[in-house]
């Protein structure tokens, strides 16, 4: 049997069955990678990743892991992934579903014409305008 991997397209109940999560740890698990996402915008807006424009594969090596380095962190000190679960699959959830709340972001963003506004609290995708 081939080992369990997530890729970057894979649909998010699938990522969610491989990460072994309750919908409800799924669902945290998707608000700890948009607050994530939207801290590092903040901390790093003229970076490629806080640049709305720039593709997947033109963001830099270094930043994606920082983004998942932090996410990873985020998701241990809540405890969502028990002590010994696959630091791999983990590792490779992480970047998953950061990869696809940066795509919705750029999408939501791209249909709003907002141009590269970074982690603008209107630009959630999973809850809507704040207004």
Known sequence: MAPVTIKLRDP???VRQKLGLSKQQFDNFKTYALNVHREYC??????????????????????????????KTMCTDRRLFPP????????????QRLHQCRRT???????RGRGAR?????????????R
Do not use: Y
């Not at 790093?44 to 930043?63: F, G, L």
């Not at 010994?84 to 970047?95: A, I, N, P, Y």
């Open 118 to 130: 970074a982690g603008a609290e209107d630009d959630d995708p999973q809850e809507g305008p704040s």
């Open 42 to 71: 903040a901390r790093h807006p003229h970076s490629s990743w806080a640049n709305q424009e720039t593709v997947w594969s033109a963001i830099p090596e270094v930043e994606k892991q920082q983004v998942v380095r932090m996410l």
């Open 84 to 95: 010994g679960f696959d630091g791999t699959l983990v590792q490779s959830g992480c970047e």
């Open 12 to 14: 998010p109940e699938e």
């Open 105 to 111: 972001w750029q999408q939501t963003g791209r249909t």
